[in-house]
């Protein structure tokens, strides 16, 4: 559906370098990475909205280079909505419907199923500046899709709501998605989108790719230091190899199998380091004592860090946790974690 090929665009201060990516039909697709990796340059140049340097790009395997937005049978959705102020809820959705020949019976079909599947109906004839957040974002999606496009682009719909409205939004992206059958690709700088949404995503680093590949296999296995630390492997530590055994300094770990050919790097998510007053008698493999040099708050759970031989280790752990096991600097800990925990790359 969606193909890109040996992209290239030079921008007087970035530039996106050798992108290939291939969507295919009905695919939710999430490009990862942080702010001013790239990301909305690459969905702009596939909407028309950006010129591009070299390389192709295909929609329906058709190539699009040369055309104009409007004849690339794509919607596309920003994170400040874009709405017309001036216009109702029911004008704003109805806009784009103009420039499409179809019959006004046919029109009002369509924007009545958006309406209804969005649930607007209650906020048709209000105007953008007495809709919520949320609400606005889902008329902006309901304006989209009125057009049948065949390829939704999603720019950081989610990045300017509160925590309550981001999970209306993306429970409208996932019953949009199944409903229309039209293939989304949608860009974020946050992991729990991605988890949340997507199949399969991309991670993009100052205008190039790290990695690509089903969600759960970056979110466990990266391929480089920058996607383990994007996705938050918090431990990533250089290491030395000598069979099943990795060493960081004088502290040696078990891996539980020869490691992959690599960069000589492990990583190990803070959530799979368990915290405990005493050593473990069990098959967990490696065991440590260590001291907690740090305790910090992150909401709903603490991060803890504690120091092992001349390595850092952080668990994240929950405040029930936290109190059970009178966790303070200074304290004597033990650490565990499997050997499957331990990514190499």
Do not use: C, W
Request: charged share 25%; glycine share 8%.
């Amino acid at each position: 559906m969606i193909t890109v090929k040996d992209l290239h665009i030079r921008l007087p201060d970035f530039s996106l370098d050798n992108i290939s990516l291939d969507i295919p039909e009905g695919e939710f697709f999430v490009l990862m990475g942080p702010t001013g990796a790239g990301k909305t340059v690459l969905l702009e140049a596939i909407a028309g909205l950006m010129a591009t340097t070299k390389g192709q790009i295909f929609i329906k395997e058709k190539e699009v280079n040369g055309l104009s937005p409007e004849k690339r049978g794509i919607g596309i959705v920003y994170q400040d909505q874009a709405l017309f102020p001036h216009l109702t809820v029911r004008k704003n959705i109805a806009y784009g419907l103009r420039y499409h020949r179809i019959s006004q019976k046919k029109a009002g079909e369509r924007i009545d199923g958006m309406v209804s599947m969005l649930n607007l109906s209650h906020l048709l004839d209000r105007l953008p500046g007495n809709l919520s957040g949320g609400e606005k974002q889902r008329v902006a999606l309901a304006r989209a899709l009125a057009v049948r496009p065949s390829v939704l682009l999603l720019d950081e719909p989610l990045s300017a709501l509160d925590p309550n409205f981001r999970e209306e939004i993306r429970n409208a992206l996932k019953a949009l998605h199944q409903s229309t059958g039209a293939t989304f690709m949608m860009v974020t700088h946050d992991f729990a989108d991605a988890l949340s949404l997507a199949d399969r995503a991309a991670v993009i680093n100052n205008g190039r790719i790290e990695q690509v590949g089903r969600v759960d296999d970056i979110f466990q296995r990266p391929v480089s230091t920058f996607v383990a630390d994007f996705v938050g492997m918090k431990n990533l530590f250089r290491a030395r190899f000598n069979g099943t055994k990795t060493s960081l300094g004088a502290l040696e770990i078990e891996l539980g199998r020869d490691p992959d050919n690599g960069q000589g790097y492990i990583a190990i998510r803070p959530e799979d380091i368990v915290i405990s007053r005493k050593a473990f008698s069990s098959s967990i493999r490696n065991t440590f004592k260590g001291k907690v040099i740090g305790v910090h708050d992150q909401g709903f759970t603490y991060e803890v860090h504690i120091k092992v031989s001349d390595a850092v280790f952080k668990s994240l752990i929950t405040k029930k946790s936290l109190f059970q096991l009178a966790i303070r600097e200074g304290e004597e800990v033990f650490i565990s974690f499997k050997a499957t925990a331990v990514h190499n790359f």
